[in-house]
């Protein structure tokens, strides 16, 4: 397996080497001094004149040769205390090294820091109430803190690395220790806003790997044997690199930085141009608020900040907090190294419904998310500006598909032809909105729902734009004059419908449990409004049947005994069965689906007012009264043909086989989606005019319920 350190740029493989003034390994440099660990039987006098401290370091060298040499390696925590140990030797090479670049006046570039590990092991990070127990955090320190401190315990926040360790030196101890490294990775990628990837170390026995955890895949080193001079030169020079190289390379975001004497964090983003670097402007705005994080290990790692782009003049806090003005929205989506060759650029899909949507009337009654700039991320590296982007972290050409071999997980799957490449985006928006979560009544959730559809037509029918992920996190509740209403966001799997090459309108896309019937089953069924109607309708079953008041939803047990459940909870066949089914007849639907929505509001009207929106949606997707029997179902059948045309055979002049041949001629089978596919248009201009009905309905409800409880307070739309 090809090791990430070999794809590394140079300046981080050879830092090791490039220690001395001269360009030769310097004297004290710790490649020079590994012999010291190499031949555990050489005087640690040799130490001592390396660093003053000698009892210190003899101490952690006496306690690392625990480990090379597999002496009283009695547990896991042991095993813990002597890598640690190593590390500590190594770091304290190096703070003397870090000592004679400070007099100098040049650095040649380098990174200026310690890597110190825990001194706590096997503990609970003090930033998540999560159960997960980290090994050993690796942190950064300056060059002048103490490194024998025997309280030391790094959170995720602080960690750039986390160390999981196995006594068995085999690949199941290997296995052990990258499932847990797996999971620490996720809670990294939670508590740091500003993390672009993550490192981690797993040691199994005496063997030890690194691990680099991107936006789609876990790759893992060549193991290091430590009981080997090769194995522990090789160990020594990846703490070395990390202590050297640039804070990017640890996988820090340079373009955010917390300004400690404000409280609040500044964060770079594209200019109107929609670019960073020589000759582009480069816009500043300050948040201490974040609307979501990355949850996960694989994918684009969402985040959300609200902040303003008016520099605080004071210390921010409760009694002087910042007033966010707009949303910046910065991801790592997959995309084309040129980004006008790819389909699905959310920046360009959102410019387009700008300017689409600035003449139409349309767009003074529906809200829509508005661009102030956006583009891709880029950073200053070694003094010249790079594009941050899968190349720039791996280099470019050297993680292909043909390296699958190298992926020990993987996340959003591509097509053979559709390379792993993501670039860093960065976009700020306005207005703010709200969770779906957050309705407060049927009305609101059914004005908020409908709404959304509203923009979706408007998309499509003015911009030519289809969204094709319809779900809860993509439909943000905006309030003014104490109404609700609804925006459709992200589009980052948005399409322009007028271009020339339709192939991405077969691909898979959406959310769970809310994709369409015909995008889950993959087939060549060409994808169209209508599937976004019908992720619509499933969002509408969902949440009648958990609940859509804030606070007042359904339990995990209550969920688990009704049929609803199988739409996330299945297989994909089984999904698919299930959704089918319930969507196959109005009796299948009322026994399996809406039996089974949660009484909700404070009369029927409302909760009649939900049912029934479903009711229609379902049935003019699915049964459209103005269109033949062919249109209808979920199920593939026999072509309908008219009595007057049918020309049925003699029967007993016919074998059987011959028989079956001609009538699947006559009445050849069809596929119900691929029939409506052709007619969506017509049926999305009629689901249109019922979802107006509804919200006209859902806003009297709104204004009503106002009125009786005098609320005269309002909310301004940002």
Not at 255 to 265: A, G, I, P, S, V
Not at 461 to 481: A, G, T, Y
Not at 594 to 608: I, R, T, V
């Amino acid at each position: 397996m090809e090791s990430y350190l070999d794809t590394a740029p140079s300046s981080l493989a050879q830092s090791a080497d490039e220690m001395g003034d001269t360009g030769e390994p310097c004297p004290d440099s710790p490649m020079q001094q590994s012999s010291i660990l190499t031949d555990p039987g050489s005087s640690t006098q040799r130490a001592g004149d390396i660093v003053d401290n000698r009892t210190l370091l003899k101490e952690k060298l006496d306690r690392a040769r625990e480990w090379i040499l597999w002496r009283s390696i009695n547990n896991e925590k042991a095993m813990y205390g002597s890598i640690g140990a190593f590390i500590e030797y190594v770091a304290l090479i190096v703070q003397k090294k870090l000592t004679s670049l400070a007099d100098s006046s040049s650095d040649n570039g380098l990174g200026r820091r310690l890597v110190l590990p825990s001194t706590k092991f096997d503990y609970n990070s003090s930033d998540t109430d999560d159960t997960m127990r980290i090994g050993v955090g690796l942190a950064r320190a300056k060059a002048d803190d103490p490194i024998d401190n025997n309280c030391r315990r790094v959170s995720y926040y602080e960690a750039f690395a986390v160390l999981e360790a196995k006594r068995k030196g085999d690949d199941d101890g290997f296995k052990d220790a990258f499932k847990r490294l797996y999971m620490n990775a996720r809670e990294m990628y939670q508590q740091k806003h500003n993390l672009r990837f993550a490192w981690g170390v797993t040691i199994s026995g005496r063997l030890v790997r690194v691990c680099h955890f991107g936006h789609d895949r876990a790759i893992s080193s060549c193991h290091m044997d430590v009981s080997t001079p090769k194995g522990r030169r090789s160990f020594i020079e990846v703490l070395v690199n990390w202590s050297f190289c640039e804070e990017s390379q640890l996988g820090r975001d340079p373009t955010m930085e917390y300004l400690h004497d404000l409280r609040c964090w500044q964060i770079a983003c594209p200019s109107e141009k929609g670019c960073m670097g020589e000759g582009a402007d480069v816009k500043y705005y300050y948040f201490s608020t974040f609307k979501c994080q990355a949850e996960r290990v694989f994918g684009r790692h969402t985040r959300c900040f609200l902040a303003t782009d008016i520099m605080p003049t004071a210390v921010v806090s409760t009694t002087n907090p910042l007033v966010p003005t707009v949303v910046i929205k910065d991801s790592w989506a997959f995309s084309k190294r040129n980004a006008s060759d790819y389909a699905c650029d959310e920046v360009r899909s959102l410019n387009r419904i700008k300017e689409g949507l600035s003449a139409q009337a349309v767009a003074k009654d529906i809200i829509f998310p508005k661009t102030e700039t956006g583009g891709r991320v880029s950073f200053q590296r070694n003094g010249k500006w790079v594009e941050d982007n899968t190349d720039t972290m791996y280099g470019q050409g050297k993680l292909a598909e043909d390296d699958a071999d190298t992926v020990h997980g993987l996340g959003e799957a591509r097509s053979d032809d559709d390379p792993l490449f993501r670039a860093h985006r960065r976009i700020v928006m306005s207005p703010i909105g709200e969770s779906l979560c957050s309705t407060k009544s049927v009305a609101e959730f059914v004005t908020v729902v409908c709404d959304a559809m509203r923009c979706h037509s408007a998309f499509v029918n003015d911009c030519n734009i289809l969204h094709r992920d319809i779900s809860d996190n993509n439909i943000l509740v905006v309030r003014s004059e104490g109404i609700a209403r609804g925006m459709l966001i992200d589009f980052d799997y948005a399409i322009d419908l007028e271009q020339k090459e339709r192939g991405n309108l077969h691909k898979v896309t959406g959310t769970l449990p809310y994709m369409s019937i015909n995008n889950l089953s993959e087939s060549d069924v060409e994808r169209t409004s209508l599937d976004d109607w019908e992720s619509m309708l499933c969002l509408i079953c969902w949440f009648a049947t958990l609940g859509t008041i804030s606070g007042n939803y359904l339990d995990d047990a209550e969920l688990a005994r009704l049929p609803i459940r199988r739409w996330r909870h299945d297989s994909t066949n089984g999904m698919i069965t299930a959704k089918m089914s319930a969507f196959s007849s109005p009796e299948s639907f009322m026994s399996t689906i809406a039996n089974h929505f949660k009484p909700e509001g404070d009369n029927g009207e409302e909760s009649d007012l939900l049912k029934n929106l479903a009711f229609v949606l379902r049935e003019y997707l699915f049964q459209n009264p103005d269109l033949t029997l062919d249109f209808h179902g979920t199920f593939e059948k026999r072509k309908h043909v008219e009595p007057e045309r049918r020309e049925l055979p003699n029967k007993k002049e016919l074998k059987a086989y011959e028989l079956y041949y001609i009538l699947s001629k006559i009445f050849p089978m069809v596929n119900p989606f691929k029939e409506r596919a052709e007619k969506w248009k017509e049926i999305s201009k009629q689901l249109l005019a019922f979802t107006n009905v509804f919200w006209e309905k859902a806003m009297d409800l709104q204004k009503e319920a106002n009125e009786a409880n005098g609320n005269t307070a309002i909310d301004n739309i940002h």
